[in-house]
């Protein structure tokens, strides 16, 4: 069974930093691609960072220069380092992997950026 669990979300003033966490069941270089969703109230789910198989990387715009994504593989852990946050990044932040051409989901963390 593929499991996919987050930690590290919270509540943080704007400006603030948060370090999420993502362990997973499974070797994480198994997975292609791996990384990090987003959904606040009332929107879409959209990706915030991944990676491939290969260890590239990718980022959504506007969390670029602010997030760093980043993987230990002795760990079978991806991470999200997320620094000058703003209201705007408030959501439910959501691990997710790719194996063998199904889609695994974590539980999801809620990330609040207010003053």
């Known amino acids: 069974q593929v499991q996919l669990v987050e930690s590290g979300g919270g509540a943080v003033q704007p400006g603030g930093s948060l370090r999420l966490s993502c362990t997973s069941s499974?070797?994480?270089?198994?997975?292609?691609?791996m990384g990090w969703y987003r959904q606040a109230p009332g929107k879409e789910r959209e990706l915030v960072a991944g990676?491939?198989?290969?260890?590239?990387?990718s980022y959504a715009e506007y969390v670029k220069g602010r997030f760093t994504i980043s993987r230990d593989t002795a760990e079978n852990t991806v991470n999200l380092q997320m620094y000058s946050l703003k209201p705007e990044d408030t959501a439910v932040y959501l691990c997710?992997?790719?194996?063998?051409?199904?889609?695994?989901w974590g539980q999801g963390t809620q990330v609040t950026v207010s003053s």
């Open positions: 997710y992997g790719r194996l063998r051409e199904l889609d695994y």
């Open positions: 499974r070797k994480i270089f198994s997975f292609d691609p």
């Open positions: 990676f491939s198989s290969c260890g590239s990387t």
